[in-house]
Structures are given as structure tokens and as C-alpha cells.
């Protein structure tokens, strides 16, 4: 009973901690949008590009816009999906509509900048790294993501692909009704601004390096990655296609700066040796992050 009821407490303190983060991670999301993005005509794809069109053609707040978008979105979610269209998902895209309320007319923000570049470029920043935290905190912000799971399911078209029709769809019809190639020009820049910054934010900038080593002399090589980087390694059981030869490839994770001396090490004991190195995003164990 005891563990019973210290795991219910930490699931609590998760879920208080997720809503948290996602309060945070939104209300960045709407600041880029106030302070940047809306008074410079940047309509980077999604639900909030689309209020942003809308705005500037007929004046409907953006706020008003994207929750009348984003709840039948959600609801039609909900009856594709079932119960994983959850509260966090409702949370964030509601939330999304209040905190753009609340910077356009509580704190009455102004325009940070009227450079489109500046705003382009600066807004993708602040929007990845509020999306971002969202998205760390298991939330959401609503807009196309929605929309592109329910045109999968539908058509069987790609998540991926149905997020580049919805997005790219929104840009374009920004140039047309603003009769502007240079707005859209400049929404594309944000729109891949924000999702550098998201994966920044989501993966870290803490890059390592995977290397895989083919050679005859995998032994010593293994012994020597041992002892001059001082890494762990792991040998794999490999079968050339061609020779039918069986061989030991050696898997070992290393940073960035060692990437070098391995070579080293590898040219040293086999100059003949295959060697594939590959940037890793995240790294967790013994001698990376826990």
C-alpha cells in the first residue's frame, strides 16, 4: 500500500509538472505570435498562420480564430482516436487562444519589431522554444498537427506529408491575399526557423558520435578504444553478404571531439578497416547524461 501510494504521488507531481511546463511552453508559443508574427504579416503554416491571414483580410481576432478551429479539431480527434486525444491536447489549444488574449489586450504588447526578416527570423526562435517545451511536457499546441493525424487517417496520406499540404497550403494562400511572394518568402524562413530550434530544444545541442568499425583486427581495435579513449564498446555479430564471412563490427559511442583519435586508432592497427560515423542526438547511459 505504501508503494502504492508513493507511485500515485509521483504520478501527480508528473502530471502537475507537465501541466506546468505546457502553461510555459505555450505562453512563449503566443508571444513570438503578438510581438512578432501578427503585426508583421507572418503566417509561417498552421491554425495560427491562418488566423493571422484572417485578421489582416477581415479583422477576426486571432485569438477568437484559432479556438474556433482548434476545438473541432480536437473533437473530431477524439471521435477518430478515442481517449488519446486527451485534457493535455484540449489544455494546450485553448490555452493557446488565452495567452494570445491576454499579450494582445491585457498587457497591450507592442510590435517588437515591423522588420519582416527580424520578425521572421526571431519569431521562429521564440516559437520553437516555446512549442518546444511544450512538447517536452507531453502537450501540445493544437493547429494542423491535428489535422494532418486526421487526414492520415483518412486518406492514408503521412503525417509528415499531410503537416508540408496543410502548412504549405496556409503560406500560399498568405502571398495570394497579401499579394506578397517576399510574406511567404519570409514565412517559410520561420516556419523552418521554428523547427530547427524545436529539435534544439527537444534533442539538445549535446551532439555525439556513433561509429561502427568492420575490420580483421577488431580485437585490437576494441582493446585500444578501451584504453586510450577509455570508452566502453560492444561487438556485433556481422555476415558479409558477398564473402559469407562472418566478422565482429564494433559499435562505440563517443563525443564529438573524439571522433578524431578514433580515427587515428583505426588508421593506426588497420588501415584497411570500414568505419561509419554518425551523428547521435541524444546519448543516455554510463559517461553521457542519465
Known amino acids: 500500500m505504501i508503494k502504492r501510494s508513493l507511485l500515485n504521488r509521483k504520478a501527480i507531481q508528473r502530471e502537475i509538472m507537465d501541466y506546468l511546463g505546457i502553461f510555459v ?17 507572418i503566417a509561417a503554416g498552421g491554425v495560427s498562420g491562418l488566423a493571422i491571414v484572417t485578421y489582416h483580410l477581415w479583422g477576426w481576432p486571432v485569438a477568437l480564430t484559432m479556438i474556433c478551429i482548434n476545438i473541432p479539431l480536437f473533437l473530431a480527434g477524439i471521435w477518430s482516436f478515442g481517449p488519446r486525444f486527451g485534457a493535455k491536447t484540449l ?136 584504453k586510450d579513449l577509455q570508452r566502453g564498446a560492444t561487438g556485433l555479430l556481422g555476415k558479409g553478404l558477398y564473402s559469407t564471412a562472418r566478422k565482429e563490427v564494433i559499435l562505440c559511442v563517443i563525443s564529438r571531439a573524439e571522433a578524431i583519435k578514433l580515427k587515428e586508432i583505426v588508421r593506426r592497427i588497420d588501415p584497411r578497416a570500414f568505419v561509419i560515423i554518425t551523428d547521435v542526438h541524444e546519448v543516455l547511459g554510463e559517461g553521457f547524461k542519465e
Open 25 to 41: 511552453g505555450v505562453t512563449i508559443t503566443a508571444l513570438s505570435l503578438v510581438w512578432l508574427q501578427i503585426p508583421n504579416k
Open 91 to 226: 489544455f494546450g489549444a485553448v490555452l493557446i487562444s488565452v495567452m494570445i488574449e491576454f499579450w494582445d489586450s491585457v498587457i497591450k504588447l507592442a510590435p517588437l519589431t515591423n522588420d519582416p526578416l527580424l520578425a521572421s527570423l526571431y519569431g521562429g526562435v521564440i516559437a520553437g522554444v516555446g512549442m518546444g517545451i511544450a512538447f517536452r511536457f507531453r502537450g501540445t499546441t493544437g493547429g494542423t498537427d491535428l489535422a494532418a493525424q486526421l487526414l492520415n487517417r483518412v486518406s492514408g496520406i503521412s503525417v509528415g506529408h499531410s503537416l508540408l499540404i496543410f502548412d504549405g497550403a496556409v503560406i500560399a494562400l498568405a502571398g495570394i491575399v497579401f499579394n506578397s511572394a517576399e510574406l511567404a518568402l519570409y514565412a517559410i524562413i520561420a516556419m523552418f526557423v521554428t523547427g530547427k530550434i524545436l529539435d534544439v530544444v527537444l534533442e539538445g545541442l549535446d551532439y555525439a558520435k556513433a561509429a561502427f568499425i568492420i575490420s580483421e583486427r577488431s580485437t585490437e581495435i576494441g582493446a585500444a578504444i578501451l
